[in-house]
């Protein structure tokens, strides 16, 4: 991860159905869970990993290394699929 700040990719959206937050756009689809929908609402170009460990910590009042661990591998696998983009 160069600069630790990601944004969304604008031609995805959630949607909820049926009670369960669906992620879409360009062929593919994910559900996300609370944590995953929280992430990406904050993914907005500005805040880093740092920043969204330490909200999620306070939110959830969970342990950060938890929290960095489950978020990696969250944005890991987006940018793997072009979902989340990496700022420069």
Not at 55 to 79: G, L, Q, T
Request: glycine share 4%.
């Amino acid at each position: 991860m160069k600069t630790g700040i990601f944004k969304r990719n604008i031609v995805y959206r959630v949607r909820t159905i049926n009670k369960k937050n669906v992620l879409f756009g360009d062929n593919q689809c994910f559900e996300l869970n609370e944590l995953a929908l929280l992430i990406w609402d904050n993914l907005d170009g500005e805040n880093s990993i740092d920043d969204l460990i330490n909200m999620i910590a306070e939110e959830y009042d969970a342990d950060k290394s938890d929290i960095k661990k489950d978020i990696e591998e969250f944005i890991n696998e987006m940018v793997e699929n072009n979902v989340i983009l990496e700022c420069e």
